[in-house]
Nanobody, 126 residues
Framework: QVQLVESGGGLVQPGGSLRLSCAAS????????MGWFRQAPGKEREFVAA????????RYGDSVKGRFTISTDNAKNTMYLQMNSLKPEDTAVYYC???????????????????WGQGTQVTVSS
């Protein structure tokens, strides 16, 4: 069983940056896909970014392209989300997710993932 723990959330001013981390423990795996989703109050959980653990494929949601960067450190079993040029509309609870499925065709779909973290709050406000 894999456990995921997010960290790095907080309050930041518009235009600022944050880096989220997602540490995996337990029965970790070297293949598969890891992703970030977010959920704002009253809204559906939204895809943010995903990366194949092989390192050769990444995907981003349209609203974060060019501002967010996903990366993985397989040696540390940790995934990161570098968030730059933050906007108030980026305010949400951010969740990391993982699956052992290696197909990248569905990596933007919430239902593709079977393990989720507890979430970390990101608030962008002046």
């Amino acid at each position: 069983q894999v456990q995921l723990v997010e960290s790095g959330g907080g309050l930041v001013q518009p235009g600022g940056s944050l880096r989220l981390s997602c540490a995996a423990s337990g029965h970790t795996f070297s293949n598969g896909v890891m992703g970030w989703f977010r959920q704002a109050p009253g809204k559906e959980r939204e895809f943010v970014a995903a990366a194949a653990r092989s390192g050769d494929v990444t995907r981003y949601g349209d609203s974060v392209k060019g501002r967010f960067t996903i990366s993985t450190d397989n040696a540390k079993n940790t995934m990161y989300l570098q968030m730059n040029s933050l906007k108030p509309e980026d305010t949400a609870v951010y969740y990391c997710a993982a699956t052992q499925r290696t197909s990248v065709l569905r990596m933007t779909f919430r239902t593709n993932y079977d393990t989720w973290g507890q979430g970390t709050q990101v608030t962008v406000s002046s």
